[in-house]
């Protein structure tokens, strides 16, 4: 029996919960999930400028945990930007802190 998932905690829900390609319909089959707790990593990695350590801080998880979700959001932005798919963010299990 596998370990039951930690809740993440993410304190900064998105302002927007899809993008994608203005210049193409993006059929339902087109379209790349982003969970919310990789949504985080990668506001306090990128854009905050967060370290590894912090951003594990934070969002309650081991270092090893945040490079783990940091690379999976980075490897499904990377495909939506090569093949024209549109990004949902949603989803995951996290909990919103004050």
């Known amino acids: 029996m596998p370990r039951p998932e930690k809740m993440r905690c993410i304190c900064s829900l998105p302002k927007c919960g899809s993008f994608g390609p203005l210049d193409t319909f993006s059929g339902d089959g087109d379209t790349l999930v982003v969970t919310l707790d990789e949504y985080e990593a990668i506001r306090l990695l990128d854009y905050m400028g967060f370290s590894q350590e912090a951003c594990a801080l934070r969002m309650n998880v081991s270092r090893p945990t945040v490079v783990r ?10 495909e939506a930007i090569v093949t024209g798919k549109k990004i949902e963010i949603r989803g995951g299990s996290v909990t919103v802190c004050t």
């Open 69 to 78: 979700i940091y690379e999976s959001a980075r490897r499904k932005m990377a």
